[in-house]
């Protein structure tokens, strides 16, 4: 009696074993499909790019960024239209060129719909910042 309880026991293990397989299958096929998908619409390479921004790997010339950041009439905030060299403000310099107040751009990424890889408000790169020390 135990014996056959055990033969019984085996071959529902070989059918739930199976039944995993055909699982796994599935699940492969559906990654599959996924990755196709993903290379559609080219989402694998906001992927990197994303983990590029999050690792602070992205090399950036500051000292550059600056420079095309003055050669530019930043005196205003886009966000906020206000001057942003007036009162005590912290600035940010994004590695893009733009230059906003550092609390106007932080409101802005904490409305931002995309959480980790913030594009410029005003020219839609992905961007790295920099607080601007006060002259
Ligand atoms: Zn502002
Ligand atoms: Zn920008």
New binding site residues.
Partial sequence: MAKKLAAKTDEMFVAVQQDCQEVDAFMAELEASLQQTRLIFGADEDAGEQRKVEAGKMDVDWDAVYEQASERDFSE?P??I?PLYEGKQALMLLSCGHV??G??IGNFERFDTQLYTHCCPCCRQHYQKLELPHN
């Fill in positions: 905030c966000i906020c206000m906003f107040h609390v106007c």
